[in-house]
């Protein structure tokens, strides 16, 4: 793990509300993920910076065990023009703390990294967490996965 400070970014993708605690988490993000790669919605995203999908984790009623929202999208230079069906966020500046996933980057390696996290004595600030994934980092011969966590 290191501690990387980020400026403000704008992502723009599909979301749905859930909630680890209730078991909702464990279906709704897989489906999120599925309706995102299936549609091919990357490619309907306007004012894209980059060729990464991040996983975000926003909107916290409180911690972790409460509800929050969970947003497949991409990072875009505005939030002028959200298509139908689509939500935006301004992802806000803060420090982060990095966590790299190497390997198995599915589904059940990429929970078992936020276990850890949950589990961990970091300072969160549950404004927005995420994780990235870039098209170089996952066709690597080793692929990885970065998960950012706020911090206070």
Known sequence: MSREHIERFYVIGIAVKTC???GSAAKDIPALWAKFAGERLDSTIPNRIDDAVY???TDYESDFQHPYLALIGCKVS???EIPEGMVGREIPASDYEKTIVEGDI???TIYAAWE???ASDLD???KADFEV???ESCQAEVPSVEIFVSLR
Do not use: E
């Open 106 to 108: 599915s589904g059940p």
């Open 20 to 22: 680890n605690t209730d």
């Open 78 to 80: 505005s939030l002028d």
């Open 124 to 126: 969160r600030a549950y």
């Open 116 to 118: 850890k996290i949950w």
């Open 55 to 57: 996983g975000i984790y």
């Open 133 to 135: 994934y870039s098209a």
